[in-house]
């Protein structure tokens, strides 16, 4: 009850701000907005996904071409109408097949559809993807935002990731799921959001979605991988920091099985509360702090006490007994001369000092790192980015004593998606053409210490990390705990697409994944080829490195 009527006291606010929708995450924006970023001295955040068109807006100029300026076509001075609309009344405008506008509305109704179809050499011998659905976006009175995404969706996945959802009985970035055709999976995708200003430099979003928290090709902190969850999010932007606070409701685990997940008796949930501080030392250079605290149990609740947007979340999960699992951390971004641009994460889970210097292997040693460089035009070669990034996990980071209080959603990690106990080292290139010629390519190495049996050795962020390996005496190892310890197991990929934009928002997709995994027990011994061919229309895309 008090949730609710704080909920809607904030929208029967009498005087609100003007707002805007945000970019979905995955749109073709974001690789625009990246270089665009790296290129300006405005000292725009990047850090926190999704932005919004608005925001957006302040930072493009001439160089990033009419893709831009049609899909911020409410905030420009383009108003060119298309030249031959559809029958009179749809595509008047090219982002839009129905827009309509007056003094209290701003509407805009898409289509959003995918087909793929690819062919892969594992026992499937083929994928493919038909996904279906609306999109609608708008403003009220230009004060009150709002956004929904519906699709239905049939995929067969390649046998890797299938392997994902045999083991946690949850399909990589998606809800509630069924069988579909014996090798496939059926599953319905939701979002929505309607987003108010309360002041000129504090907005709240209500919705149902996701975020991606860094600068970088993974996230230590808050990914997208995971399946979408209510959230409450408030973001305070002043011209020396940028302070946002997510407050979301969470699955802490599911029950199914090979016809998919169970559709009665409901699934248990969790909480997580979390708020990340930008302060922008300087327009190119931004240092994040960041805290974030998931707690729940089979009792359910709000914890009054997480929902103060400016406590200690630390402090609060101590004065309650320590029986909660709070993160801390930071990151930075670092803009070198308009072409560089240097990134990282430090995320810490639990860390003594003393035991971090002692070299003991002390179990407790639980933290996580990220370092990037990207660097624009390379060489000459306008509008190419180059980027390579690193990023190294400690064993049981993540972990806790239950799915009620471990970094998860819906089985699924809320970070990471190989977990923990790993290091993985990535090699990125993306060249803009044209509005409509894009080629990106990926390279990705990695080793991880996988479990042996029932044993834990630090990986799978879904078991209790009271029980860890054994120490011989009976008891869980304290110390001697090394980082890939377990069984090693190396991955390889290497990520190619091409895609050609036919109509504004109407892709052709051409990609190539390559991936080979193997481990020193020889118990995993997996090579995968995918050539895959999508039209993809108002559809974001989506990599499945992992």
Not at 490 to 499: Q, V
């Amino acid at each position: 009850m008090r949730k609710t009527l704080c909920i809607l006291s904030l929208l029967s606010t009498n005087i609100l701000w003007a707002q805007s929708t945000d970019f979905t995450l995955g749109h073709a924006a974001y690789q625009i907005v990246e270089m665009q970023d790296i290129r300006s001295t405005l000292g725009f955040n990047t850090t926190i996904k999704p932005f919004s068109r608005k925001s957006v807006y302040h930072l493009i100029d001439s160089t990033t071409g009419l893709f831009m300026q049609k899909e911020l076509r409410e905030y420009t001075s383009d108003s060119s109408r298309s030249k031959v609309p559809v029958l009179g009344r749809f595509f008047r405008y090219p982002a839009d097949l129905i827009f309509y506008e007056d003094e209290k509305l701003d509407l805009h109704i898409n289509p959003v559809l995918q087909w793929s179809y690819g062919k892969t050499n594992d026992a499937l011998g083929s994928t493919f993807v038909n996904s279906r659905g609306i999109e609608v976006r708008g403003r009220i009175d230009k004060k009150v935002a709002f956004y929904t995404m519906l699709t239905e969706n049939q995929v067969r996945y390649p046998e890797y990731v299938n392997d994902v959802r045999d083991s946690t009985l949850v399909v990589p970035y998606e809800g509630f799921w069924k069988q579909y055709a014996t090798t496939g999976v059926d599953f319905f995708r939701a979002q929505g959001y309607i987003d108010f200003g309360l002041t000129p430099s504090i907005s709240a979003q209500l919705g149902f979605g996701k975020h991606f928290i860094g600068n970088g090709v993974r996230s230590l902190i808050l990914s997208d991988y995971s399946n979408n969850y209510p959230y409450l999010r408030i973001n305070t932007a002043t011209k020396v920091f940028d302070y946002t606070n997510i407050f979301a409701e969470l699955i802490s685990g599911v029950r199914g099985g090979t016809f998919g997940l169970e559709g009665t008796g409901g699934f248990e949930k969790k909480y997580m509360a979390f708020h990340h501080l930008n302060m922008k030392i300087r327009p190119n250079l931004h240092i994040g702090l960041f805290e974030s605290v998931m707690y729940g149990d089979s009792t359910g609740g709000l914890r009054v006490e997480y929902l103060n947007p400016v406590i200690f979340y630390r402090a609060v999960e101590q004065q309650n007994g320590s029986e909660d699992n709070a993160l801390i951390g930071l990151d930075f971004k670092w803009n070198i001369r308009n072409r560089v641009s240097l990134y990282g994460q430090l995320v810490i889970d639990e860390m003594i000092i003393s035991e971090v210097f002692a070299g003991d292997g002390w179990w407790g040693n639980k933290q996580g790192f990220q370092l990037g460089v990207k660097y624009v035009d390379p060489f000459g070669l306008e509008n190419v980015i180059v980027q390579a990034e690193v990023n190294r996990v400690r064993p049981y980071m993540y972990a806790h004593e239950d799915g009620f209080t471990n970094y998860s959603h819906y089985n699924l990690a809320l970070a990471h998606p190989l977990g923990a106990n790993f290091t993985e080292y990535i090699a990125r290139a993306n060249y803009r053409l044209s509005d409509r010629w894009n080629f990106e390519g990926m390279i990705l190495l990695a080793s991880y210490g996988n479990d042996i049996g029932d044993i834990n050795f630090g990986r799978d962020i879904l078991k209790n990390y009271i029980d860890r390996r054994p120490d011989g005496n009976g008891g869980s190892l304290e110390y001697g705990n090394d980082h890939l310890q377990g069984n090693k197991t190396d991955l390889m990929m290497a990520f190619f697409r091409a895609s050609y934009m036919c109509k504004h928002n109407l892709f052709v997709d051409g990609e190539i994944t390559l991936r080979s995994e193997k481990d020193t027990n020889e118990r995993i011994d997996q090579s995968t080829n995918v050539w895959g061919l999508s039209l993809r229309w108002n559809m974001p895309s989506r990599r499945y490195l992992f």
